[in-house]
């Protein structure tokens, strides 16, 4: 039972432009939604959180969207970069969980010149 | 603090053997937890720590698999009797309550 999807396994951008990456749940019990990047052979680096509290959450480049009622949540880079290239993953945990995450599959992300 | 480590970087065995893999959480960190990423997939929860009490174990988590934080600090992850299965990246990451998961670099297995 994959409770955190992502349907694209990946996604081709031109540097310059909007990077559009989305995620969806089903465990309504989840109320902190986090991205996370990876590059081959490290672990996964912190990007970006929003609380269920929150629908909109901005850190430079890097913005992510909740919408609640349609469990959805995306992130937008925008200007993207080719340092951007990179696998993002989707996490979500909840309340009570001990901070533990439910991963996506991830997007992987190429940003071409 | 230069973040979370994990020893080996690499590891290769053969079926049947048993290996130690060892995280050396965030200093100030309490939580520390691990996860199993295979090819394709996101990392999966195996279990969490909060000081040295182990508070949750995945189901993934067969008898095979066992872990341990002694004193609150450091974390060993030990898989008996291996199988070609167990093949996959160990993730170890820490946090402090209410902060997102710190990874560290991961230890890749590979079992022949």
């Known amino acids: 039972d994959q409770q955190v999807k992502q349907n694209s396994p990946s996604l081709s951008v031109q540097e310059g432009r909007i990077s559009i990456l989305n995620c969806d749940y089903t465990?309504?019990?989840?109320?902190?939604f986090l991205w996370y990047k990876k590059y081959p052979a490290e672990g996964p680096t912190f990007l970006i959180s929003?609380?269920?509290?929150?629908d909109k959450n901005e850190d430079g480049r890097f913005t992510v969207f909740l919408n609640k009622s349609a469990k959805h949540l995306s992130l937008h880079i925008v200007p993207s970069q080719p340092g951007d290239s990179a696998v993002y993953f989707c996490a979500a945990s909840s309340t009570g969980g001990g901070n533990k995450l439910t991963f996506g599959t991830g997007t992987q992300l190429k940003v071409e010149l | 603090d230069t973040g979370v480590s994990q020893n080996p970087r690499h590891k290769i065995t053969k079926r049947g053997q048993n290996v130690t893999f060892r995280c050396d959480p965030i200093s100030e960190h309490n939580r520390l937890y691990w996860y199993r990423q295979t090819l394709g997939q996101g990392p999966e929860f195996l279990t969490y720590f909060q000081n040295e009490a182990q508070l949750e174990k995945s189901r993934l988590l067969s008898d095979r698999f066992s872990a341990e934080r002694p004193k609150g600090s450091f974390s060993t992850l030990e898989i008996q009797r291996t199988e070609q299965g167990d093949s996959a990246m160990y993730l170890c990451?820490?946090?402090?309550?209410?902060?997102?998961?710190?990874f560290g670099p991961g230890t890749r297995l590979t079992v022949l």
């Open positions: 990451a820490s946090s402090q309550t209410g902060t997102s998961n710190t």
């Open positions: 465990n309504s019990m989840f109320d902190y």
């Open positions: 929003i609380s269920s509290i929150k």
